[in-house]
């Protein structure tokens, strides 16, 4: 009997420093999945948009923390007119509450307000990127967590004797809550994102490491390459 048409591998590994458990979806980690901003990206919304060049930022940041919202704070301190399109309309707070716990990014005609669009002089997509690229600095130092880590998902869960499980997987679309079903269009279902020229696990090196730490990471390259990989589902459906 085959495999079902969505299956997944996953590798579990014991982390050597602390009570945890890891489980990573290594049919998405050894994909060739890769960010296509502003080279084929459709968005978000309920049509493809793809000359929009909105991404995944049409509904602005989540953020997981209050630490988390003052690191984008300062980062959003160190930027210019030249590299933020609508700094003008930041004034002294560049997020807002959704609900009773949700805060986000604010959003500026309909999408985050770091999102620079087609037009700007300083270049489209995320102002906190193109900031840290200018500095010098990695840019998952000034972004929200989740957007440096998407499209990563990491889950954790601690058990009735403190053990940590952490589940490192794709983002799917049900993570966006209901509004997930009603995109037209989203990078991890769709083979027009599989074409990067190196597995995830070496293009998102850097985010994975900041997850994970250098040890797992190490451990983690050593199962990938060893087995025979299950290839991802959206170019498994292609074929």
Same mark, same amino acid.
């Given at each position: 009997?085959?495999?079902?048409?969505?299956?997944? #591998?996953?590798?579990?590994?014991?982390?050597?420093?602390?009570?945890?458990?890891?489980?990573?979806?290594?049919?998405?980690?050894?994909?060739?999945?890769?960010?296509?901003?502003?080279?084929?990206?459709?968005?978000?919304?309920?049509?493809?948009?793809?000359?929009?060049?909105?991404? $995944?930022?049409?509904?602005? @940041?989540?953020?997981?923390?209050?630490?988390?919202?003052?690191?984008?704070?300062?980062?959003?301190?160190?930027?210019?007119?030249?590299?933020?399109?609508?700094?003008?309309?930041? +004034?002294?707070?560049? !997020?807002?509450?959704?609900?009773?716990?949700?805060?986000?990014?604010?959003?500026?005609?309909?999408?985050?307000?770091?999102?620079?669009?087609?037009?700007?002089?300083?270049?489209?997509?995320?102002?906190?990127?193109?900031?840290? &690229?200018?500095?010098?600095?990695? /840019?998952?130092?000034?972004?929200?967590?989740?957007?440096?880590?998407?499209?990563?998902?990491?889950?954790?869960?601690?058990?009735?004797?403190?053990?940590?499980?952490?589940?490192?997987?794709? !983002?799917?679309?049900?993570?966006?809550?209901?509004? +997930? #079903?009603?995109? @037209? !269009? !989203? $990078?991890?279902?769709? /083979?027009? @994102?599989?074409?990067?020229? #190196?597995? &995830?696990?070496?293009?998102?090196?850097?985010?994975?490491?900041?997850?994970? +730490?250098?040890?797992?990471?190490?451990?983690?390259?050593?199962?990938?390459?060893?087995?025979? /990989?299950?290839?991802?589902?959206?170019?498994?459906?292609? +074929?």
């Amino acid at each position: 009997m085959g495999r079902p048409e969505n299956a997944h #591998d996953f590798i579990s590994i014991e982390d050597p420093e602390e009570q945890r458990t890891w489980m990573f979806d290594a049919t998405f980690l050894r994909s060739s999945w890769t960010c296509i901003y502003g080279q084929g990206c459709q968005g978000i919304l309920t049509q493809p948009t793809p000359e929009m060049h909105q991404g $995944c930022c049409s509904m602005g @940041a989540w953020f997981v923390d209050e630490e988390d919202v003052a690191k984008v704070e300062q980062a959003a301190a160190r930027l210019d007119a030249s590299t933020w399109q609508f700094i003008s309309k930041a +004034g002294d707070r560049i !997020w807002r509450k959704r609900g009773k716990d949700e805060i986000t990014t604010r959003l500026v005609d309909d999408a985050c307000i770091f999102l620079n669009r087609p037009g700007f002089e300083g270049g489209i997509g995320c102002a906190l990127h193109h900031g840290a &690229v200018k500095a010098g600095e990695r /840019p998952l130092d000034w972004k929200p967590t989740a957007c440096w880590q998407l499209p990563l998902r990491l889950e954790d869960q601690v058990d009735d004797n403190g053990h940590v499980n952490s589940l490192l997987r794709e !983002w799917k679309r049900r993570d966006w809550g209901a509004g +997930g #079903d009603e995109f @037209a !269009w !989203w $990078c991890t279902d769709s /083979p027009l @994102a599989f074409v990067g020229a #190196d597995p &995830v696990y070496r293009t998102l090196k850097e985010e994975i490491v900041e997850i994970t +730490g250098p040890k797992v990471y190490a451990m983690l390259v050593k199962r990938l390459e060893a087995p025979v /990989p299950l290839p991802h589902p959206a170019l498994r459906k292609r +074929g």
